[in-house]
Nanobody, 128 residues
């Protein structure tokens, strides 16, 4: 059973940085495309970023481009989300999601229902 587990959330002031980690058990990481999503109170879950199984392609939501960076270390079975210049609107629960490699990922990586396995989430709160 593939199980992602997020860590690294917390409280930070606007303009600050955090690095989230997602460690996956149950399967080798190089067989999984990975994504980050977030959900603010009262809002739907939204796409943040994604990275293909090899790390060769990365995708970002427009709202985080230039501020967030996704990376992965397959030997550690861990994916990272480096978040810089955080703003209050970045507040939410951040979820890590795993997609066993399948077709058409480059066209629907941003869709939550693409991903089969989800972590429990980690809270990120940015104060103004």
């Amino acid at each position: 059973q593939v199980q992602p587990v997020e860590s690294g959330g917390g409280l930070v002031q606007a303009g600050g940085s955090l690095r989230l980690s997602c460690t996956v058990s149950g399967r080798t990481l190089n067989s999984l495309n990975m994504g980050w999503f977030r959900q603010a109170p009262g809002l739907e879950r939204e796409f943040v970023g994604a990275i293909t199984y090899s790390g060769s392609n990365r995708y970002y939501a427009d709202s985080v481009k230039g501020r967030f960076t996704i990376s992965r270390d397959n030997t550690l079975k861990t994916m990272f989300l480096q978040m810089n210049s955080l703003q209050p609107e970045d507040t939410g629960v951040y979820y890590c999601a795993a997609d066993p490699i399948g077709p058409f990922y480059s066209t629907n990586y941003y869709k939550a229902d693409r991903y089969e396995h989800w972590g429990q989430g980690t809270q990120v709160t940015v104060s103004s």
